[in-house]
Nanobody
Framework: QMQLVESGGGLVQAGGSLRLSCAAS????????MGWFRQAPGKEREFVAT????????YYADSVKGRFTISRDNAKNTVYLQMNSLKPEDTAVYYC???????????????WGQGTQVTVSL
């Protein structure tokens, strides 16, 4: 089993930045594709970003492309999501997820964290 714990969420003004972290335990993330998803109030959970095992490739939702950057440090068993130029529509609970296999934009990930709240004010 793998446990994922997100941190770094909070309240930020529009145009600001936040860096989310996802610390894994129980298993090494080096053999897992890692992803970030988010769920806004009243909406379904949606894909944000994913990164391959080596970190060599990353994929983003169109809504965050150019503003968010996913990265990973396999030695620290941690994945990050750097979020810049935040908008009110980025307000959501952000979830980290791990997948055995290729990095995909669907929600077919085996392990999920509990989420961290990000609120962007005007």
């Amino acid at each position: 089993q793998m446990q994922l714990v997100e941190s770094g969420g909070g309240l930020v003004q529009a145009g600001g930045s936040l860096r989310l972290s996802c610390a894994a335990s129980g298993r090494t993330i080096s053999t897992y594709a890692m992803g970030w998803f988010r769920q806004a109030p009243g909406k379904e959970r949606e894909f944000v970003a994913t990164i391959t095992q080596s970190g060599g490739s990353a994929y983003y939702a169109d809504s965050v492309k150019g503003r968010f950057t996913i990265s990973r440090d396999n030695a620290k068993n941690t994945v990050y999501l750097q979020m810049n130029s935040l908008k009110p529509e980025d307000t959501a609970v952000y979830y980290c997820a791990a997948r055995w296999g290729s990095a995909v934009t669907t929600q077919r990930y085996e392990y999920w964290g509990q989420g961290t709240q990000v609120t962007v004010s005007l």
